[in-house]
C-alpha cells in the first residue's frame, strides 16, 4: 500500500492535499475519505497514492470510507475536466457529484478537562474561580455544564445545549478558559441507505395463530421470503402457545397494524402508533416481529402513462430518427446528434425507445430532463417501460432518497437513469447513450459553484465513456445548432407533428395599435377575450402565458417617484396580494404592503404592472363561469401540485390555465385549442445577448402547447414589439430563420458560439471592497494585454446589488478557449495574491445570464 494519498476537499482551494494513509486500511482512487483539516473533520475523495513524502508534516487519514472507489476512473476524469474547464475547485466538483451528504453526520462534541473538573471542585466547596463570576447566571449556566460533561464521556453539542441552556458564546468562553474540550467528531453512518423495517413473521400454526382471537387473518402475503431462515438462522425458539393468550393490548395494536400494512412497516411509523418503545422490543425478543434493515424504495408518479411505451406506431421520421441513434449507439463510439423535432413531434417516445433497446442490450442510458420538465406524465411513462430497473432523480427527493437512489444504480440495480442536471453524475457503468430533453433549457446550467453546463458535461461524459449523446429540442441552443452545422452532431430533423397534425395558426396582436383604438393600457387584449369566451362556448380549453408572477411587480410613489426595492437587491418588490405582502424575487426578502411611501410619507402608493396572479384574477372576473387555475412557482410548491393541475386539466376539470413559463414546457395536453401570450417579450427589454434566443423558444415552446389533440390550434401573440425578428420567426415556425439571423448578429458581436465568454464578478456586502477588489483587477487586465482576449470593464452588473453584495464584473471573449482559460487562471493567482478571497471573485465560464 502506498503510503500517501492526495485528497481533494470540498473547500475553495484549487489544489489537492497529501495526507498520510494509515496502516491496514484499504485505499483506492476514487474512494472517500475522513481527513482533519484546519479544526474540522471533512470528507474527500482520493485523487492519487504515492510514496513522495511532502516536505511539511502530514497528517493521516482518519477513516477510509470506501474500498472499492466511490467514483469511477471515468467520473474521476471528469470531475477533473469539469475542475479545469469551468475553473472549479477540485473537491467542490466531487462534492456535487456525490450525492452522499446523508451518510456524513456532522458533530461537534465537548469533554470535560482536569481544570474543568478543578473548578467544578472548587465551586462545590464554595469561594471559586467559577463562584467570582461577574454575572451569577451565567456563573449557573456554567456550573450546570461543567457538572453535566462531569459526569459523562462526550457529549454532542446540541445535547449539551438543549441540556443545560447553554449560549455558544459562554461556551467558547469555557474553551478559552481551558475548562473544556471541543473535537470535531464528524462521521459516517450507513442510515441513508437503508430504513428499519418491522416484518410480522410467519409463526407456527400449530397453537392458533396469535391474531386469529382479533378475527385477523396471516397468511404470509406480503412477506419477505427471507424470515424462516432468518428465524433459523438466529436460532429463535419458536414462543409456546400460551404466550399468545398473553399478549397485551398495545401488542396486538402492533400486530393488527402490520398484519393490514400486509406484513410489513417502517419502524418510524409504528412509532406513531403511541405505544411504549419496549412493546416492540418484547415482539421481537418474542419471535412475533423481526426488524431489518431494507433498501428505501421510492415513491412512484399517481398519473396514468400515456402508453408512450407500448409499441406505438411511428412516423417515418420517429422511426428514422430512431434507427440512427440505434446505429450509432451499436458502434460503441463517441458520437453525437442534435434531435431537432417540432413540437409535438413525439420526441419523447423516441428518446423513451431508444433507451430500451440499450437496456435490452445489457447497457445503461441516462435521460436528463429539465428540472420542470420532470413531470408526474414523464415518470410515469418511465416506470411503466422500464419498472424497478428506473432511478429517477430530481430536486424535491430528500438526501436520504437522493444517497439511497446513488447506491442503487451503483450496484447495477438502476439501469435506465432519469432526471435532472445532476443526474449527469450517476455512478452508472457500461453507459451506451446519454439522451438531453429540451437542450436548451437554462436549468442545465448551475448557477453555483462549481458553475457547469449539464449539457456539455454530458457530451465530454458520452466521449469518455465511448457512449452516443443526443440533445433534443425544438428550439435548439444557437451553440448545438452551430455545432451541428459544423459536423459535429449529425443533424437529425423531425420536421411534422404526429398523425400529421398541424402547427397552430400564429397570429400576432400588436399592443401599440389596441392602445390606439381603445385608449387605455389593456392587459388582455379584445382580440384574445373573444377567442376565449368562443372556447368557453365551444367546451375547448385554453392556456394564457404571462411570464411573470405575483400581483404587481411594481410600487411606486406618484409624489417622490421612488420604487420600492428590496432591502438587500436593487430589484424592485413584487406585490403578492393573496399573501398580502412584498417579495423579492431574487433573494426571498419579504415586507408589509405599503400604506404610505418609506421615503416621503406620501399616501399616493401606486401598484404597477400585472403578474399572473393578477391575470387570474382578471380572468375570473371577465368569465365569471370559467373554471380556472394558475401554475406558476406561487401555486406549485411540489411535484405534487404540478400533478394535481396537470391532471385536472387532462380530465377536462378546468378550462383555462394561466402561468408563468411552467405552463409552456413539455405538457401533452390534448384539449388545449388556444393559447394566447399576454407578456413573453419583456425578456427583449433586458440587457443581455440572449435575450432574442431565450423570446424565440419561449413563444415557440409555449404556441407548442396548442393544437395537439384533434382539433387544431391558434395562438395569439401580443407584444409591443411586432416586428422584432424572434417575435416574427415564431410566428412563422421558422427556426432556421431565426437562426441565421441571430448567428449573424452573435458573429458581429463576438459572441458565442463565435466566442468563448466568461462573466468575472467581483461581490462583497461592502461597496468598497467591491470598488476597491474590481479596480485591482481591472488594472491586472490593462497591464497584462492578453492577445486574442477582449476584457470589457469593471462595470456595475445589471443587477448592482443582489443578496446584500454590490457587485461588479468583467466579461471576457475570446476565440479561443484555451486563450480565455490561461488568463482566467493567471487573473486567479493575482487576486489571491491581492488577498482577494475566492469566493468573492465568481468566474463563470459559458455564462448564461450576465445580470
Ligand atoms: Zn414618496
Ligand atoms: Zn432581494
Given at each position: 500500500m502506498p503510503e500517501f494519498c492526495d485528497v481533494a476537499l470540498?473547500?475553495?482551494?484549487?489544489m489537492v492535499l497529501t495526507y498520510r494513509v494509515p496502516e491496514e486500511a484499504i485505499a483506492v482512487v476514487g474512494s472517500r475519505v475522513i481527513v482533519p483539516f484546519r479544526r474540522q473533520r471533512l470528507p474527500g475523495v482520493i485523487t492519487e497514492l504515492h510514496?513522495?513524502?511532502?516536505?511539511v508534516k502530514t497528517k493521516t487519514v482518519?477513516?477510509?470510507?470506501?474500498?472499492?472507489?466511490?467514483?469511477s476512473e471515468e467520473l474521476l476524469w471528469l470531475g477533473k475536466w469539469i475542475s479545469d474547464y469551468y475553473l472549479a475547485p477540485i473537491g467542490e466538483v466531487f462534492r456535487s457529484m456525490l450525492?452522499?451528504?446523508?451518510e456524513f453526520r456532522r458533530a461537534i462534541v465537548y469533554r470535560i478537562s482536569e481544570e474543568g473538573r478543578m473548578a467544578l471542585h472548587l465551586a462545590g466547596s464554595g469561594g471559586s474561580s467559577l463562584r467570582s463570576h461577574k454575572n451569577p447566571e451565567e456563573q449557573d449556566i456554567e456550573y450546570r455544564a461543567l457538572n453535566y460533561l462531569a459526569m459523562r464521556d462526550e457529549v454532542r453539542e446540541g445535547t449539551l445545549r438543549s441540556a443545560t441552556g447553554i449560549p455558544p458564546q459562554l461556551l467558547a468562553g469555557m474553551i478559552r478558559k481551558k475548562w473544556i474540550e471541543r473535537e470535531d467528531a464528524s462521521h459516517v453512518t450507513d442510515a441513508a441507505r437503508t430504513r428499519k423495517v418491522a416484518v410480522l413473521l410467519n409463526r407456527p400454526s400449530s397453537g392458533g395463530c396469535p391474531l386469529k382471537a382479533d378475527g385477523g387473518s396471516l397468511?404470509?402475503?406480503?412477506?419477505?421470503?427471507l424470515h424462516d431462515q432468518v428465524n433459523v438462522a438466529a436460532g429463535v425458539k419458536a414462543p409456546e402457545a400460551p404466550l399468545q393468550s398473553r399478549l397485551n393490548a398495545n401488542q396486538r395494536l402492533i400486530l393488527g397494524a402490520l398484519t393490514t400494512a400486509g406484513g410489513k412497516l417502517e419502524l418510524k411509523t409504528l412509532r406513531e402508533?403511541?405505544?411504549?418503545r419496549s412493546t416492540l422490543a418484547t415482539l421481537v425478543r418474542g419471535g412475533f416481529v423481526e426488524l431489518i434493515n431494507e433498501s428505501v424504495p421510492f415513491s412512484k408518479s399517481t398519473v396514468t402513462p400515456r402508453?408512450?411505451?407500448?409499441?406505438m406506431e411511428f412516423h417515418s421520421a420517429q422511426q428514422a430518427a430512431l434507427d440512427r441513434i440505434r446505429v450509432l449507439v451499436d458502434a460503441k463510439k463517441f458520437a453525437g446528434i442534435l434531435l431537432h423535432g417540432v413540437t409535438g413531434s413525439g420526441k419523447t417516445a423516441v428518446y423513451l425507445a431508444a433507451m430500451k433497446s440499450v437496456l435490452d442490450a445489457g447497457r445503461t442510458a441516462i435521460l436528463l430532463v429539465p428540472e420542470i420538465g420532470l413531470t408526474p406524465a414523464v415518470a410515469a411513462d418511465v416506470h411503466e417501460i422500464f419498472g424497478d430497473e428506473v432511478a429517477i432523480l430530481h430536486s424535491g427527493l430528500s438526501d436520504k432518497e437522493r444517497a439511497e437512489q446513488w447506491h442503487r444504480i451503483r450496484r447495477g440495480e438502476a439501469r435506465a437513469i432519469v432526471g435532472?442536471?445532476?443526474?449527469?453524475?450517476?455512478?452508472?457503468?457500461?453507459?451506451?447513450l446519454i439522451i438531453i430533453d429540451?437542450?436548451?433549457?437554462?436549468?442545465?446550467?448551475?448557477?453555483?459553484?462549481?458553475?457547469?453546463h449539464a449539457r456539455d458535461v454530458a457530451v465530454m461524459r458520452a466521449k469518455v465513456s465511448d457512449a452516443v449523446v443526443v440533445l433534443g429540442s425544438a428550439t435548439p441552443s444557437l451553440e448545438s445548432y452551430f455545432n451541428a452545422k459544423k459536423h459535429r452532431y449529425a443533424l437529425v430533423e423531425m420536421p411534422d407533428r404526429v398523425e400529421k397534425r398541424p402547427l397552430p395558426v400564429v397570429e400576432v396582436i400588436d399592443m401599440r395599435q389596441e392602445f390606439q383604438e381603445t385608449g387605455n393600457e389593456q392587459v388582455i387584449s379584445r382580440k384574445v377575450m373573444e377567442e376565449i369566451r368562443l372556447r368557453l362556448e365551444r367546451k375547448e380549453q385554453a392556456m394564457v402565458l404571462l411570464n411573470r408572477r405575483g400581483y404587481s411587480p411594481v410600487v411606486l410613489c406618484?409624489?417622490?417617484?421612488?420604487k420600492l426595492e428590496c432591502s438587500n437587491c436593487a430589484i424592485a418588490l413584487t406585490h403578492h396580494k393573496s399573501r398580502r405582502r412584498m417579495e423579492c424575487h431574487y433573494c426571498g426578502f419579504m415586507s408589509p404592503v405599503p400604506k404610505?411611501?418609506?421615503?416621503?410619507?406620501?399616501?399616493y402608493v401606486y401598484f404597477l404592472g400585472t403578474g399572473s396572479e393578477k391575470l387570474e384574477e382578471l380572468l375570473h372576473g371577465y368569465f365569471p363561469q370559467a373554471r380556472i387555475a394558475r401554475l406558476d412557482r406561487d401555486t406549485v410548491r411540489s411535484h405534487a401540485d404540478f400533478e394535481r393541475v396537470l391532471n385536472a386539466l387532462n380530465a377536462g376539470e378546468l378550462d383555462l390555465l394561466v402561468g408563468t413559463q411552467?405552463?409552456?414546457?413539455g405538457h401533452d395536453i390534448h384539449g388545449v385549442t388556444l393559447v394566447g401570450v399576454v407578456?413573453?417579450?419583456?425578456?427583449?427589454?433586458?440587457?443581455?445577448?440572449r435575450a432574442a434566443e431565450r423570446t424565440f423558444q419561449l413563444l415557440t415552446q409555449v404556441a407548442?402547447?396548442?393544437?395537439?389533440?384533434e382539433i387544431p390550434g391558434k395562438v395569439l401573440l401580443q407584444t409591443y414589439?411586432?416586428?422584432h425578428y424572434s417575435v416574427q420567426y415564431a410566428a412563422h415556425h421558422d427556426f432556421a430563420g431565426f437562426y441565421e439571423k441571430e448567428l449573424r448578429f452573435r458573429s458581429w458581436m463576438h459572441y458565442p458560439p463565435y466566442s468563448s465568454l466568461a462573466n468575472v464578478m467581483v461581490r462583497s456586502t461592502k461597496l468598497d471592497e467591491t470598488l476597491r477588489w474590481s479596480g485591482v483587477l481591472g488594472r491586472w487586465f490593462e497591464r497584462n494585454r492578453h492577445e486574442g482576449v477582449r476584457v470589457l470593464g469593471p462595470a456595475a452588473a445589471?443587477?448592482?446589488?443582489l443578496k446584500r453584495d454590490y457587485r461588479y464584473h468583467f466579461i471576457l471573449k475570446s476565440p479561443s478557449r484555451q486563450k480565455l482559460n490561461t488568463v482566467l487562471r493567471a487573473m486567479l493567482v493575482e487576486a489571491e495574491k491581492e488577498k482577494i478571497?475566492?469566493?468573492?471573485v465568481i468566474v463563470d465560464v459559458d455564462a448564461l445570464w450576465l445580470m
Open positions: 470540498p473547500v475553495p482551494l484549487h510514496d513522495r513524502a511532502p516536505k482518519l477513516q477510509v470510507l470506501d474500498e472499492t472507489p466511490a467514483l450525492p452522499l451528504n446523508a397468511d404470509g402475503r406480503g412477506r419477505p421470503p402508533l403511541d405505544v411504549p402508453g408512450l411505451g407500448k409499441g435532472t442536471r445532476s443526474a449527469v453524475f450517476a455512478p452508472v457503468s457500461n453507459l451506451a429540451e437542450e436548451q433549457d437554462s436549468s442545465y446550467k448551475q448557477e453555483e459553484t462549481p458553475r457547469y406618484r409624489t417622490c417617484g421612488k404610505h411611501c418609506a421615503s416621503c410619507g406620501s399616501e411552467m405552463i409552456a414546457k407578456g413573453a417579450d419583456m425578456a427583449l427589454g433586458l440587457p443581455d445577448f407548442g402547447r396548442a393544437g395537439r389533440g414589439f411586432p416586428d445589471p443587477i448592482e446589488r478571497p475566492r469566493t468573492n
